[in-house]
């Protein structure tokens, strides 16, 4: 099932038109290019985004989910490289 939103700027010049589905899964087997996004990603993305597949509704949201689970895994490398540097103080 796929919801459209419309929305009008206040300047009434343009529209926006954005398309919200049940769920991840939903996205992919409906919109081309939010599928052929997430097939390039690596399978470990992949998976991760699986986990999160009842909060994942839009193009955008997919994007976004890419870019928390990215900063994530970033802050989780910054710890352990800290771990290792400084095993005595954790």
Do not use: W
Not at 13 to 26: A, M
Not at 45 to 60: C, F, G, K
Request: hydrophobic share 40%.
């Amino acid at each position: 099932m796929v919801n459209i939103f419309f929305c009008t700027y206040t300047d009434s010049t343009s529209e926006v038109i954005r398309l919200r589905y049940n769920n991840l899964q939903d996205l992919i087997y409906n919109s081309s290019s939010s599928r052929k996004f997430f097939l390039s990603l690596p399978v470990t993305m992949q998976v991760a985004l699986h986990e999160r597949n009842d909060y994942i509704h839009t193009s955008a949201g997919l994007h976004e989910h890419v870019d928390a689970i990215e900063k994530y895994n970033h802050a989780v490398k910054i710890s352990e490289s800290l771990q290792f540097l400084f095993p005595n103080k954790i």
